[in-house]
């Protein structure tokens, strides 16, 4: 089914509701698309109650409900369960699935929940000044500004919702900041690092501050040899400028709202999201605090005996972030463990000669446990009791 056609669809299945139940993941991608939607809901006078959620709640409830960026790994979706999301899709059954697998779109490349999110919103009331949030929600996944997701940009822009200026690529209310607090990509040397970062500002005088030209060569000569592949090329470049959201820049709304959706504070990631200026001291605190506690996790995390590239972290939330940077640094796949209760919360990354997606489901179902994602990355979880077992089949399918 084309895109415009499921989203059309969605938007039905939406408009002919009272009341909806709606859920976001914790990241960047899920809060922006479920945000996104209650934009609509509202301006269509929809009732709504959102919700921000690690994983797929229990759907028990028999009210109206839409996943963001969640679901897309069930099986059976009730008539009331509508699913956007753009995982690698397991979902069929009775309810509306909006997915970009399903047309034969990359989702993990273009199309994330936020931008599937915007399109379905337009088709519910006038939405074209959320471009923002969905730029945020795009560059928060990962993804780049091509095909659909260009399209979304181009239309913000044309709109004078959206500015582009060059700049450092990199969330943060300064220069100081951004690099001091860096964890996508993570600068080995400088993260973490507040008297490294002051001595190269100083050590790169201009006029009326520092020269970013030289400031940027010092930081990849210091970061380039043990960063991630291919990150550090993008440290300067296109910044996008969200003209009508509480924070104007959309690397630094969508790494804001992660932040907080991550450290379990859904609701005041939510209402940045929802344009409230009262949130955006308080959420920048927390979203802070979030980084130092990632950067801290990669400088403790603890290899597991027995078990190639497997580490463990005592934060759950912080699992999937950790992963991401070791990924550069060891140069092929990386697990990422962390106990939560009875179940061990997993995160995986590798170059996707095998699609982790599939596998992750597969081996976590296999060990008692959930799981799915994307071509290079995936998580989940299993029992404490299935972890190693699991980990040892992954290192083995991975060809580690």
Not at 371 to 383: D, E, L, Q
Request: proline content about 5%; aromatic content about 4%.
């Amino acid at each position: 089914m084309p895109i415009d056609t499921a989203a059309e669809r969605l938007a039905r299945f939406l408009e002919e509701q009272r009341y909806v139940e709606v859920y976001g993941h914790h990241d960047a991608d899920g809060v922006t698309a479920a945000s996104i939607v209650c934009h609509a809901l509202r301006r269509r006078e929809i009732g709504f109650r959102l919700r921000v959620v690690d994983r797929v709640p229990d759907l028990d409830s028999g009210r109206p409900t839409l996943l963001c960026d969640l679901g897309a790994g069930l099986e059976d979706l009730p008539a009331d369960v509508a699913v956007l999301d753009h995982h690698a899709p397991a979902a069929h059954g009775d309810g509306v699935v909006l997915n970009p697998h399903t047309a034969g779109i990359d989702g993990e490349r273009v199309l994330c929940a936020a931008a599937l999110a915007f399109i379905t919103a337009n088709r519910l009331a006038d939405c074209r000044d959320l471009s923002g949030l969905a730029a945020a929600g795009i560059l928060g996944d990962g993804q780049g500004f091509e095909d659909e997701n260009a399209e979304i940009l181009n239309e913000g822009l044309a709109n004078g919702v959206l500015e582009m200026e060059r700049g450092i690529r990199l969330p943060g209310s300064s220069i100081a900041e951004q690099l001091e607090l860096a964890i996508d990509p993570y600068l080995p040397g400088i993260s973490g690092d507040g008297e490294r970062v002051r001595e190269l500002i100083r050590s790169s005088p201009g006029e009326g501050g520092p020269s970013l030209d030289h400031l940027i060569s010092l930081v990849v000569l210091e970061s380039a040899e043990h960063a991630a592949p291919g990150s550090i090329e993008g440290l300067w470049g296109d910044r996008v400028i969200c003209l009508r959201e509480v924070l104007a820049d959309a690397r630094t709304l969508g790494a804001v709202v992660e932040g907080c959706g991550k450290s379990g504070r859904g609701g005041l990631a939510a209402s940045v999201c929802l344009r409230s200026l009262g949130a955006v001291e308080e959420a920048r605190k927390v979203a802070t605090a979030y980084r130092r506690r990632v950067i801290q996790a990669i400088a403790g995390a603890r290899p597991v005996e027995g078990t190639p590239f497997a580490f463990l972290v005592d934060e759950p939330a912080l699992a999937s972030d950790v992963a991401t940077a070791l990924a550069g640094p060891i140069g092929g796949p990386v697990l990422v463990a962390a106990q939560h209760g009875d179940l061990v919360r997993i995160s995986a990354r590798a170059d996707g000669q095998v699609p982790l997606g599939p596998l992750v489901r597969q081996l976590a179902a296999e060990a008692g446990g959930s799981g799915g994602g994307h071509t290079r990355r995936a998580g989940g979880f299993v029992p404490v009791s299935g972890f190693i077992e699991f980990a040892a089949a992954f290192a083995e399918a991975v060809g580690a």
